[in-house]
C-alpha cells in the first residue's frame, strides 16, 4: 500500500451544529511545541486555563479545568464522579442530549427517573419541581442548549428546588457556553461541563468544566488513589468511583498544587483551550454572547425570509442555532449535499423524531460572522431554487441585511 | 484580571520518559482547517488512520482506530469495554503501570490477580503460566514497555497460554509502540492501546488501538445503543458497559461505514494521528525501530561512560527509554532543575519504589536523533560536575561517539 499524501482538506464553511470552523488562531496555537508535563511552563498555563475559565464559566469555583475527552467524556466524568450506584437522578429529556443524560447516568448505576418534553420544548418549571418533589434525586441534570432542538432550558428555580431537597445541579453546556448567557455560580449550578467545538471556535477533544466545593466535597469524599504512586495515609476508598479516567478526585488532585500524576494532559489541546477562552475573553464575554445573538437572529430572519418554516419555541432558542423544518416535497439530505459539493457549506441534519424532518443551521464562534450568514443564505436560495422549491428572490439575504441595518442604527 | 498574552512556551529539548517534542510535522497538521464530522474528506481520512495504524500495529484487524483520550483513557476503554464485574483478570506487575492496569480493572467490578515481579526485572513466563493455570482469567493484561522500569516484556508463549484457558490477550503499548518490535497478529494479542506522545511523536490525547474479531465480538455482545438514536431493532444489552465513552460497541460503529453518531470525532487530534503514523511509515516501520535502538544504545552506552550506574535489566531494556540510578550524595531534583532551565533539557524522575532513585531519559520519536543524544550527555556531564559529582571528562559524548561509528562502520 502506498501512504497517503499531506493532510489537505478542502475549503469548508462549516454551518452546522458544530464542529465548526475553528478560530484560526486557535489552529495556529496548536502549532506550539510542547513542554513537559511538569515544566513550570505548563502548569503556569494550566493556572491560566483554570483562571479563563473561570471567566468563561462566570465561576469562581477552585476546580474549573479541563477534561481530556470531547464534551461527551466530561458529562461522563461529573456524573460518575458524583453517582454510586443506586443513587437517584433526574433529567428532564427535550432532545437527544437529555437522552445521552440519562443514557450515562444509568450506565453509572443511577436509578434515574426523566420528565419527558415534546422535542422543541422548554421543560416548564412546574413539571420538574413536582417530580423533584417525588424523586428527591441526589443530582438533577439538565441540558441547557440542546442542539437537537435548537432551544436553550431556562434556570430560573432550580438551584431553590436543589437547595430543598439537597440535591446537586448539574448542567450541560457543550452548545451554549460562550454564545448564551450562563452564570455558573449565581445560578447556583454545582458542575457545569463544556466542549471547544461550538460557541468557543475550537476543535473538539476537550472539555472545559468547572465544580462547586459542594460537588467536589461529595467527589472527593469518594476519593482513592491508586496503588502505583499511593503514599502512606493516602485515601482509599471502599467504594471508588467506577472509571480511574473521569475520576475527577484524581483530576483535581492532577490540576492542584499538589500535582500529583493522573493522565499526561494533553498538551497541544490545552494550548487550544487557552487560545479559544482569550478569543472570548478579548472581545468579552457580554459582547462575544451579544455577537451570537446579533447573527443568531440574522440567520433567523434570513431563514424565515425565505419562506422557510422555523422549528422549536423561538422565545427560548438558543442563540446559537436555528432549526429550519424541510419544506414538503424537497429531499433534505439532497439539499446538504448540494450545499456542501458546490458550496461547500455544512449545514445539519438532526436525530430521532427530527431526522429527515429539520436541518440545523449555526452562527457560533468564528462563524458568528456576517459573510458567513449572507453566503449561507445566498447559497439555501440557490440549492432550493435549483431543487425546484420556488421562494423570494432574495428574500433571505435581505432580511438577514434587515437584521443587520436595524442593529447598526 | 488582565488576559494571559500568546502562547510563548520556552525552547526545550524533551529528553524524559514522554511526551517528547511532537515532530514539528505533527504540530503544522494539526493547523489545518477543521470539516464537518460526516464530511467525505473526514470519513476518509478516519479510513486512512484505521489503515495507518494497522501498519503500525502490524495488524490487520478491522477494528484498529483512535480513541479520544490520553493513552490512560484508551487502556480503561479496553478493559470496560471487555469485562464485566467478577470477571476475573490476571496482571503481571513489573512496574508502575502494571498497578495502573490493575486499577482499572477494579474499577470495572473485576476480580484481580496479580503476579508480582521486582521493578526492573521482567516477569518470568513460568510464573504467568502458573497464575494462568490456577486463575483461568476472561483476560490477561499485560504492560509491554513500562516507562517506569525502562523494560520491555517478552510475549513468547503467551498467545499459547491464553488460547489454552479461552483468555483473551490484552497489551498496554503506550510507551513502546513504534519505537520496539511489536507483532499485535502474530503474538496472538487481541487488544492493543497505544499512545502518540512517545515514540510515534504527537502530542498527548488520542490513542490508536486495535481490537481482534474475538474481542469484538466479546465487546459488540454487551453493545447498547443509547435512546437517543436508537432504531427499531437496535441492540438493548441486559448489563451494558459500564461506560457510555469508553463503550467501544459504539465507537466500533462510529468508525464503521455505518458511521452512527457517537462523540464528535477530535479532528485535530486525528489530523495529527494521521501525521504522525505517515511519519513512522515513510522511514519504515522497521527502520524507526532499527533508529529508536541505535539512539538508544547511544544514550545508555553514554550515561556508563559517565560512570553512572544503569538501572533494570538490560538484557530487556526498552529501546527507547534509560534507567540511570542517580548516584549518591547526588540530589536528583537539583540536577533535573539544572538541566531543565540552565541547559533548556528535561530528563524524568521516576515512580513509586524508584521516586528519588532513578532518573529516566528518553530517546524516542522525533529525538531518537544523534544531536539530541550528545546535547543531552554533554548537559548532563556539566551539571553533575558543577553539584560535585566527578566524573571522566567526556566519557559520555565519547561513548555515544563510538557506538554511531560502529554503527556506521
Tied chains: 1, 2.
Excluded at 167 to 190: K, P, Q
Excluded at 210 to 228: D, L, M, Q
Excluded at 339 to 355: A, H, K, N, R, V
Amino acid at each position: 500500500m502506498t501512504l497517503p499524501g499531506p493532510l489537505n482538506p478542502p475549503p469548508r464553511l462549516l454551518m452546522g451544529p458544530g464542529p465548526i470552523d475553528a478560530d484560526p488562531r486557535v489552529l495556529r496555537a496548536m502549532s506550539a511545541p510542547l513542554v513537559g508535563q511538569y515544566d513550570p511552563f505548563m502548569t503556569h498555563a494550566m493556572n491560566e486555563v483554570q483562571e479563563l475559565y473561570r471567566r468563561v464559566f462566570v465561576s469562581s469555583y477552585q476546580e474549573t479545568l479541563l477534561v481530556d475527552s470531547t464534551a461527551r467524556g466530561a458529562i461522563e466524568a461529573a456524573l460518575v464522579s458524583v453517582l454510586e450506584p443506586g443513587d437517584r437522578v433526574l433529567v428532564p429529556v427535550m432532545g437527544r442530549f437529555g437522552h445521552l443524560l440519562v443514557e450515562i447516568a444509568q450506565r453509572c448505576g443511577a436509578e434515574v427517573h426523566t420528565v419527558q418534553i415534546e422535542w422543541g420544548q422548554i421543560a416548564p418549571y412546574e413539571l420538574i419541581a413536582d417530580a423533584m418533589a417525588k424523586v428527591q434525586p441526589k443530582l438533577l441534570a439538565v441540558v441547557h442548549g440542546d442542539t437537537s432542538t435548537t432551544v436553550v432550558q431556562p434556570f430560573d428555580g432550580l438551584a431553590e428546588l436543589c437547595a430543598r431537597y439537597g440535591t446537586l445541579l448539574y448542567a450541560d453546556v457543550t452548545a451554549s457556553i460562550g454564545g448564551n448567557e450562563f452564570l455558573t455560580e449565581e445560578w447556583g449550578v454545582d458542575i457545569a461541563t463544556g466542549g471547544l467545538q461550538k460557541c468557543l471556535g475550537g476543535p473538539s477533544g476537550s472539555a472545559p468544566a468547572t465544580f462547586s466545593p459542594r460537588a467536589v466535597g461529595i467527589i472527593n469524599s469518594r476519593k482513592s488513589i491508586e496503588a502505583g504512586i499511593r503514599a502512606e495515609g493516602d485515601a482509599v476508598a471502599a467504594h471508588p468511583i467506577r472509571s480511574n479516567y473521569f475520576d475527577m478526585s484524581m483530576v483535581f488532585d492532577y490540576w492542584s498544587e499538589r500535582r500529583l500524576n493522573h493522565h499526561t494532559e494533553a498538551t497541544t489541546m490545552l494550548y487550544a483551550a487557552r487560545e479559544a477562552a482569550r478569543i472570548v475573553l478579548e472581545e468579552g464575554l457580554e459582547a462575544f454572547q451579544a455577537r451570537h445573538l446579533l447573527h443568531g437572529r440574522a440567520m433567523l430572519a434570513g431563514v424565515q425570509g425565505l419562506g422557510l418554516e422555523v422549528f422549536g419555541d423561538l422565545e427560548h432558542k438558543m442563540t446559537n442555532i436555528v432549526g429550519v423544518v424541510i419544506p414538503d416535497g424537497v429531499d433534505g439530505e439532497a439539499v446538504r449535499g448540494r450545499m456542501l459539493q458546490d458550496f461547500g457549506i455544512e449545514i445539519g441534519t438532526s436525530f430521532g423524531p427530527l431526522q429527515g424532518k429539520v436541518w440545523r443551521i449555526g452562527t457560533m464562534g468564528f462563524n458568528a460572522r456576517q459573510d458567513a450568514v449572507l453566503t449561507t443564505l445566498a447559497a439555501l436560495e440557490a440549492v432550493l431554487r435549483r431543487e425546484g422549491f420556488g421562494l423570494p428572490a432574495g428574500g433571505g439575504v435581505d432580511e438577514a441585511y434587515r437584521v443587520y441595518a436595524e442593529a447598526a442604527a
